[in-house]
Nanobody, 123 residues
Framework: QVQLVESGGGLVQSGGSLRLSCAAS????????TGWFRQAPGKEREFVAA????????YYPDSVKGRFRLSRDYGRNTVYLQLNSLKPEDTAVYYC????????????????WGQGTQVTVSS
């Protein structure tokens, strides 16, 4: 079975940082792209980051560029999402997902999803 498990969420003050982890079993991030999405109460799920298995190329939407950064630890089969300069509007459940599709910002292309980790940013 394929399983993705997110961790690292929590409560942080505005301007603070968190590092989220996405640990995979049943697949290798050597051959999958990993995407991150977030969903706040009452809002649509939003794409926030992706890293490709091809050259570890990364993509971020304008809303998080310069604040969020992806990295991989292939030995641990884990992807990390570093969240810096957090704002209250970043408060959401953050999900990681895996795909072999190039349409990284489209959640419908992802085959596997984690159950999410809560990030709460206080004012």
């Amino acid at each position: 079975q394929v399983q993705l498990v997110e961790s690292g969420g929590g409560l942080v003050q505005s301007g603070g940082s968190l590092r989220l982890s996405c640990a995979a079993s049943g697949l290798s991030f050597m051959s999958y792209a990993t995407g991150w999405f977030r969903q706040a109460p009452g809002k649509e799920r939003e794409f926030v980051a992706a890293i490709s298995w091809i050259g570890d190329a990364t993509y971020y939407p304008d809303s998080v560029k310069g604040r969020f950064r992806l990295s991989r630890d292939y030995g641990r089969n884990t992807v990390y999402l570093q969240l810096n300069s957090l704002k209250p509007e970043d408060t959401a459940v953050y999900y990681c997902a895996a795909t072999r599709n190039l349409a990284f910002s489209n959640q419908s292309t992802y085959d596997y999803w984690g159950q999410g980790t809560q990030v709460t940013v206080s004012s």
